[in-house]
């Protein structure tokens, strides 16, 4: 797929993920996969990260509480390090995560805060 809306939404897919993620991602869908894949970067990356209304850092502290809310624990903390790379500070994530916990319940809050506490952990290491 080669649409403007796609190549777009690889670009930011790429920025907020990492080119090493993405490719990975791409590199390994087959025929039961790949027009996923298209989709997922073509829409989501493409159209609304594609949007310049809202800045990456802001899409990230959004897609936070939205992931949170949903129980999409795996893809939070894909979108963690996202925020983190798009410059989301621990403060900013910590004040999120008190949003989720009024609002989605303790059991998600705990569960962020575990995983952000592991992924910035491995951060300071790396």
Request: hydrophobic share 40%; charged share 30%.
């Amino acid at each position: 797929m080669t649409t403007e809306r796609f190549e777009r939404g690889l670009a930011a897919r790429k920025a907020v993920l990492g080119d090493e993620y993405v490719e990975a991602r791409l590199g390994a869908a087959d025929d039961f996969s790949r027009e996923f894949q298209e989709v997922v970067t073509e829409f989501c990356w493409g159209f609304a990260w594609g949007d310049d209304t809202l800045t990456y850092r802001e899409r990230s502290m959004i897609n936070l509480g939205m992931i949170a809310a949903l129980g999409r624990m795996h893809e939070w903390e894909l979108h963690l390090r996202g925020a983190v790379q798009n410059g989301v500070s621990r403060e900013e994530v910590r004040t999120v995560l008190h949003q989720v916990t009024a609002y989605c319940g303790v059991p998600a809050g705990v569960e962020c805060f575990r995983i952000a506490r592991r992924v910035y952990a491995e951060l300071e290491e790396g």
